[in-house]
């Protein structure tokens, strides 16, 4: 009898995984269809696992401009930037996004160290969905409308839309290249997101939209 660990059992697992992400896909593609979305669904096994959610909706950050025209233009999605307030103040932010909801953020004093991301120590922010949840009230949306979250690469924004898929939110939609993009070989943030795509974005930052404890 071959083991677990045997190249057969390996072979259905990975043929297991990939025809649920197959489903997926074509669940997602179906949900977009239904509500007016053409443009190409990026496929969720070329995608590294950080970057994928449960529900398995993704966006390039070229495609959320189209996205939100197929929704019935800004004032039906809630189109959210869940990076630091650093990364707002010092990298800038999409012009378009409805406000600053931080998923995650540094520590007050920056004291500790995560030796696996090779940066200072994130915190979760315990009243992210709270945040959401209140955004998307003054938008006059409910948990069932389109929401939309942009990070620096797509990995944070992948935790963010299964925190709020949680939270019983149905359409979330993780932007895959994020606000900064994937590295290249040199190490900068030169491949794809949303600066490099030419999409508006600045450092003037507008308060209203900004994050503020509550």
Do not use: H
């Not at 697992?13 to 979305?37: C, D, F, H, K, P």
């Not at 939309?148 to 990995?155: A, F, M, N, Q, Y």
């Not at 939609?173 to 491949?191: A, I, M, P, Q, T």
């Amino acid at each position: 009898m071959q083991s677990n660990g045997s190249p057969k059992a390996l072979s259905r697992g990975t043929g297991s995984a990939r025809r649920r992400l197959g489903l997926q896909a074509v669940a997602a593609l179906a949900l977009m269809l239904g509500n007016g979305w053409t443009a190409a669904v990026t496929d969720p096994a070329s995608l590294p696992e950080p970057k994928r959610t449960k529900a398995g909706m993704y966006l390039s950050a070229s495609e959320v401009p189209g996205f939100i025209q197929s929704q019935g233009g800004a004032s039906r999605v809630l189109f959210l930037d869940i990076r630091t307030r650093a990364e707002a103040m010092f990298v800038g932010m999409p012009t378009a996004v409805d406000a600053l909801v931080p998923f995650v953020e540094l520590q007050e004093l920056m004291t500790d160290w995560d030796a696996q991301r090779n940066a200072y120590k994130l915190e979760p922010m315990q009243d992210f969905v709270p945040e959401v949840r209140r955004r998307l009230v003054q938008k006059g949306l409910q948990p069932t409308d389109a929401v939309v979250l942009i990070c620096r690469s797509g990995d944070r924004s992948a935790r963010a839309a299964n925190r709020l898929a949680e939270d019983g939110f149905t359409r979330v939609w993780s932007v895959v290249d994020g606000f900064e993009g994937d590295l290249d070989k040199e190490g900068r943030r030169s491949v794809n997101g949303w600066r490099n795509a030419g999409l508006p974005w600045s450092y003037k930052l507008d308060r209203s939209r900004m994050y503020f404890p509550r």
